[in-house]
């Protein structure tokens, strides 16, 4: 296999007025830092041509595919509430897209190539740290089996990019089922573009929700599709502890995946509350408010399709209003199934609820860490001396102690044996997250020293975070308390 990658794109064979055709501008001393060769495979890619001095022109924007149509796309969104009619991509290109081998239309797209028509004032350039942070937490998300976009790529490109300081500059390469965003959708309805906005409703139903096509209202299906996909979402960001951070609508996919991986994090301590990014002063994408944000940007979704559902705007209304309400009790639903798993309950009681809800309450007034406390609850019900690994993490162990009894009382109406159960609570419940210091170190080698051995590292112990890793044990503590990271910052 060489250069001659079997593009088929899709969507630069839609209406001109979605995209910009441009190509990457060349960097000056392209090196790859890190290919992703089993995902290379399963697109279909050569992993030995990926990684040589072509594949790596490719993959730094010097080199653009014979088959690929290099396009940044139009799009629009509500930045921390208010709306922008203009954002799109002002530091990404889509080079083209190819089917993977389980036959799904993935796009391949370069972040960091340079400016675009959408720059604005932007460079259209990344920063090194930003790209190592995407390609560990994204690929971290795709091990924990939550659907999201892909890293196949990290590439220096040798040139420096200015921010509030002077930074390595890098291109990441990101696959992802496409890069349509809810904002997509509003760039076309705010101008009134209603075919525009019928035609993107008919390709992402062709693409993501080919089952609406079918049905009798096809456009309502592909909202509760949406909200569907995106309730489930959430609900496993939930459960793995993960704020996105800038939870605008242009940074929502409506394929359900997660994307644009900027100021994220993974909570260490459980508190509802947590807000890291440092742009968010409201707390408006605070852990506990991603339902509720999630919920507000669908809801603009549901606007942009208004004309598309019905003439009869008041009819159009109900029928979006109706699909809305349909997210509440889909989130709670996935995420009440996911946190009984996580609790080792495999039958449904009435009480389920209260008992994760104490749980949380509990571990929240005793700053308990949020993944080691899940992850040695695994296995600490049938030995009672497991529970010392417990309760330490609460600040006044006793609280554990009180729900305790609870818990045991409940497992006590499940028939699985201790030994299933172990097995099912420590393949939801990580042993590792890409803890927000270790990724803060990591980035400090690889910027400060060109050091990549502990981001190398790292993306080992976190592919596969289900797994007890001894010679990594390290990895799974929380931060001593001058390693605490407080904020993360965006500026990609
Ligand atoms: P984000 O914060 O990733 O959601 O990006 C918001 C918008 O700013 C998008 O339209 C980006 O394309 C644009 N943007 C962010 N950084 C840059 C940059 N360095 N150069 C040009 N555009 C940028
Ligand atoms: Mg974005």
Redesign the pocket.
Known sequence: MTAQIPFDNSYARLPERFFARIAPTPVRAPRLIRLNRPLALQLGLDPEWLASTEGVEMLAGNRVPDAAEAIATA?A?H?FGGFVPQ??????ILLGEVIDQSGVRRDIQLKGPG??P???R?????AMGPVLREYVVSETMAALGIPTTRALAAVATGEKVIREEILPGAVLTRVASSHIRVGTFEFFARRGDVEGVRVLADHVIARHYPDAAHAEKPFLALLQAVINAQAELIAQWLLVGFIHG?M?T??MSVAGETI?Y?PCAFMDEYDPAAVWSAIDRQGRYAYGNQPAIAQWNLTRLAECLLPLLSNDTELAVQEAEEALSAFPPTFEKAYQAGLRRKLGLLTEHEADAALGRDLLSAMAANRADFTLTFRRLSGAESDAEKDGAVRSLFADPSAFDEWAVRWRERLALESTDAAARRNMMRAVNPAYIPRNHRVEAVIRAAVDRDDFGPFEELLTVLSQPFEDQPAFAHYAGPPEEQERVRQTF?G?
């Open positions: 799009y969104g930045q954002l799109g991509d002002g530091r990404a400016p675009t959408f720059s604005r932007g460079d259209g350039r990344a800038v605008n242009d940074n644009d900027g965006c990609t």
